[in-house]
């Protein structure tokens, strides 16, 4: 296993618990899913996966080391994070933002050099976004800046991608694009991810494997085509759906059809 | 835009052009007031410092008004770079935590207090006013210790307002409750003056400015990544409690060195940042110097405009300050559009 979690708890100051007794495996080159409600703590898990969070029980294995033992940087080599959305306060470029991906590979005063310029090029490239190198981020779509910001994670040579509802502000157009954009990472790169979302059709073309959570426990987990049921569907979200293979997708399509009491 | 990649000729360039504008303003403005010198004898050699005229009214009368005003300007314009960057706000500045409102607190007591005497050296308003700022930046960075994840620089950003309320109304009240002169000697002070009269409060304030630097030096790539974000910045390798510390001490500590020596003087902090970033961008490794070159020259030349304009009378550079880095942002800022 790549990354492994252990029996992970965890709470805010003084809150309820938000993840209880949470086991995950995530193997080598593969998309593990996590899914779930509202609340049901897909957020924080990625962040106690990432290090940010350090969970009150249970831990956090990366090759079977601990990641509260490694700093901060040997872990940015390791793991790259791409948020739901990014805010950039000052007019950078696009590239300025991706070759930012280099700092945990540079000293605190080396400046990058043409080997860096040319792996955040290689990044801007892979996701569709050379053109854009000279745009200003702030001034991108929301996809274009997803794509980026991906990028930036790219520049990071990691080889753990933890993406944190990737796709929630995006229309089904530029779903459908960094869904593909991923897909081709996964198989060309063999870059390990962990990805968690409120699509269901878009986890289901995406990941090989879907960890289901509820109220911070794991309510299921395994290969998609078996953990993505009607009856699990039913389990997490209170909701009545269809879900079939559908064949010109190729993969599981769900239709939520009624909330059910 | 091909050229924006290459991080180190463009960090030349920037050095290169601020720099000399630096030198040259330090060079010219004391060549500038009501006795007309010539640079050619403050340095002729030939003449002994006793008999030069010209080298006593440069080395003597005009260059600590520059060194000071370099100072401060410097001071303020790095304080804002790094309040900006910290707190993801442009309309942060130095006096956003309350550091300024501090300082001028501290400066107050002392000057209503008539307390004239010197201590090593320095009067005591520099002093006082020094320890107001200081003061300030331990309620603000006790505010940091208490911070919640996620939030922290909203905590930060309206704990210093909070602060900065308060220290002023403290202000305002030993104001109200003291006699005109003393009101007048305030507001004075308040609007600025680089008028040191000797070299003694610039190598005062060269301590805690220096301390400042040595803190500035390891900020400007986390700057950056600190503007994506803390946790993106986290993600990438940033020791994000550790810098964000480490900057609000810098900054507070330059905040205090520069009005302690010069009064909070307006705006430097707030526009000399944006200015620089009109012209080389966003990266922090060319924003950093090029605010310190460029707000020394900007400071510099405001306050020969405020000894020279209405001579023999002068009038506060706070002043001047704002009504020259008001039209000259607003024009940057609409060009070309």
């Known amino acids: 296993m790549l990354l492994d979690a252990v029996d992970l708890s965890f709470a805010y100051h003084r809150g309820a618990r938000v993840l209880d007794g949470v086991s995950l495996s995530v193997?080598?080159?593969?998309?593990?899913?996590?899914?779930?409600?509202?609340?049901?703590?897909?957020?924080?898990?990625?962040?106690?996966?990432?290090?940010?969070?350090?969970?009150?029980?249970?831990?956090?294995?990366l090759d079977n080391t601990p990641v509260t033992a490694m700093s901060r940087r040997d872990l940015a080599r390791r793991i790259a994070v791409v948020p739901q959305e990014t805010h950039v306060t000052f007019d950078f470029t696009a590239l300025e933002i991706v070759l930012m991906g280099r700092y945990p590979h540079l000293g605190a005063f080396a400046l990058e050099g043409p080997d860096d310029a040319s792996i955040a090029r290689k990044a801007l490239a892979a996701t569709g976004t050379a053109a854009l190198e000279a745009r200003q981020f702030a001034t991108l779509s929301g996809g274009e800046k997803q794509r980026v910001v991906i990028a930036s994670a790219l520049a990071q040579s990691s080889d753990i991608l933890l993406l944190d509802e990737p796709t929630t502000a995006l229309d089904i157009g530029f779903q459908f694009e960094i869904a593909s954009l991923l897909s081709a990472l996964n198989r060309e790169r063999g870059t390990t991810m962990v990805v968690s979302t409120h699509d269901l059709n878009f986890a289901a073309m995406l990941c090989t494997e879907l960890?289901?959570?509820?109220?911070?426990?794991?309510?299921?987990?395994?290969?998609?085509?078996?953990?993505?049921?009607?009856?699990?569907?039913?389990?997490?979200?209170?909701?009545?759906?269809?879900?079939?293979?559908?064949?010109r997708a190729g993969h599981l399509t769900v239709v939520p059809l009624a909330r059910t009491d | 835009m091909h050229g924006r990649t290459d991080v180190r000729r463009r960090l030349v360039a920037t050095l290169a052009g601020f720099g000399a504008l630096a030198v040259l303003v330090c060079l010219l403005a004391p060549l500038v007031g009501s006795?007309?010198?010539?640079?050619?004898?403050?340095?002729?050699?030939?003449?002994?410092?006793?008999?030069?005229?010209?080298?006593?009214?440069?080395?003597?009368?005009?260059?600590?008004?520059?060194?000071a005003a370099a100072i401060v300007g410097a001071g303020l314009a790095l304080s804002g770079v790094v309040f900006q960057a910290l707190l993801r706000n442009p309309l942060a500045a130095p006096d956003t935590l309350g550091v300024s409102a501090g300082a001028t607190l501290g400066a107050m007591l002392a000057l209503t207090a008539h307390a004239d005497f010197t201590l090593l050296g320095i009067s005591v308003v520099p002093l006082t006013s020094f320890a107001g700022a200081v003061g300030a930046l331990v309620i603000v960075f006790a505010l940091s210790l208490a911070r919640r994840r996620g939030t922290s620089s909203t905590v930060l950003l309206l704990g210093g307002i909070a602060i900065a309320a308060l220290l002023n109304a403290a202000g305002r009240f030993i104001q109200y409750l003291s006699d005109v002169t003393d009101t007048f000697r305030t507001v004075q002070w308040l609007m600025g003056s680089l008028d040191v009269g000797s070299y003694a409060p610039i190598l005062a304030s060269l301590v805690p400015f220096g301390l400042a630097c040595i803190g500035f030096v390891t900020l400007p790539r986390v700057l950056d990544l600190i503007s994506l974000g803390e946790e993106a910045a986290e993600a990438r390798g940033v020791d994000v409690v550790r810098t964000e510390r480490l900057a609000l001490v810098s900054a507070s500590l330059s905040t205090g060195a520069a009005v302690s020596l010069g009064g909070p003087v307006l705006f430097v902090g707030l526009i000399v940042p944006h200015i620089v970033r009109l012209i080389v961008g966003a990266d922090h490794?060319?924003?950093?110097?090029a605010s310190a070159l460029f707000g020394a020259s900007f400071l510099i030349v405001c306050d020969l405009i405020a000894r020279t304009i209405v001579a023999p009378v002068e009038m506060p550079v706070g002043i001047i300050t704002a009504i020259i880095g008001g039209p000259f942002f607003l024009w940057l800022l609409f060009r070309g559009k």
């Open chain 1, 27 to 61: 193997p080598r080159r593969s998309v593990v899913g996590l899914i779930g409600p509202n609340g049901s703590g897909k957020t924080t898990l990625v962040r106690v996966l990432n290090g940010t969070l350090t969970p009150s029980r249970g831990r956090v294995l």
């Open chain 1, 211 to 247: 960890v289901l959570l509820k109220a911070g426990r794991v309510l299921a987990a395994g290969a998609t085509k078996d953990v993505l049921t009607a009856a699990n569907i039913r389990r997490l979200y209170d909701v009545d759906a269809d879900v079939t293979f559908h064949p």
């Open chain 2, 35 to 67: 006795t007309s010198i010539h640079l050619s004898r403050v340095f002729d050699r030939s003449i002994p410092f006793a008999d030069n005229i010209d080298a006593q009214v440069f080395f003597i009368a005009r260059l600590p008004r520059v060194f």
């Open chain 2, 285 to 289: 490794r060319l924003v950093l110097p």
